[in-house]
């Protein structure tokens, strides 16, 4: 995607070279990332650009070199609703970042479950600066968080287990992102933002104004966002499987 290009609602899945390249100002959202692999960014590569991400799901990509999730040079990121999960990489599993000198910005994201062979498990800031607010980074391996100081408790940051529906399947398509009813990220997000029920915004993609907008099988019955399996009495009308367009309320849900 280039130029001020707005994505939504696409499945980008099991590429080689990269999942999605983008530069100039494009907007995704209620976009899933998944299972793609390259040497940098295996799910996301970006160059010389300034994308916005929103309501958008990074899941089990791998690069042989930087940037497991996302690998983004010479850019500025602003990450909205995000989960960046069980991707791999040399360095910087979850996301890669250099020359970055205004200040990425991530807002209720959860980077959780990543890897790196070298360092980096989770965020790998090389040259720039990046400013995580009310975001989770949790059980990323090795080192955390490199190049940015993060403490839970400061700027609302936390270091929590999402407590992911299912994350047991071998493809990262048959993972259910959605926030279990107990998770500790339901209702801790930016003020700013709230979910569809106006309360308090959920971190990850299952949060904020557009949770209840996933349409990826263009079956025309938006997924089901509530924290918790799907339940419908308590989402009528809720899709119980966005990637199958035969399964909709009232046809095997």
């Known amino acids: 995607a280039s130029g001020s290009a707005v994505v939504t ?4 899945a099991g590429n080689t070279g990269t999942g999605v390249d983008l530069d100039g100002t494009p907007l995704l959202n209620r976009v899933l990332i998944a299972n793609n692999t390259g040497e940098e960014g295996g799910g996301v590569y970006i160059w010389d650009a300034s994308p916005v991400l929103t ?41 890669y970042t250099e020359y970055d000198e205004t200040g990425s910005t991530l807002e209720n994201v959860i980077i959780t479950g990543n890897t790196a062979v070298t360092s980096g498990g989770g965020p790998y800031v090389d040259d720039g600066i990046a400013y995580p607010e009310y975001t989770n980074i949790w059980g990323n391996t090795p080192n955390a968080v490199v190049g940015i100081p993060f403490f839970a408790g400061i700027d609302c940051n936390l270091t929590e287990d999402p407590d992911f ?14 926030l279990s009813a107990l998770s500790a990220l339901i ?21 904020g104004p557009d949770a209840d907008l996933w349409d990826l099988d263009w079956d025309g019955f938006d997924e089901w966002w509530l924290p918790g399996p799907y339940d419908a009495a308590t989402s009528p009308g809720a899709d119980c499987d966005d990637l199958d367009e035969a399964v909709y309320p009232g046809v095997g849900c």
């Open 9 to 12: 609602d696409v499945v980008v």
């Open 55 to 95: 309501n958008v799901i990074i899941a089990g990509n791998s690069a042989t070199e930087e940037g497991g999730g996302i690998h983004c040079n010479d850019c500025t990121l602003a990450l909205s609703n995000v989960v960046i999960h069980g991707n791999s990489a040399d360095i910087g599993g979850g996301i």
């Open 165 to 178: 529906l299912d994350t047991s399947a071998p493809d990262p398509l048959d993972w259910d992102l959605h």
């Open 187 to 207: 209702d801790v997000g930016a003020p700013a933002i709230l979910d569809p029920d106006s309360g308090p915004a959920d971190l990850g993609a299952y949060g």
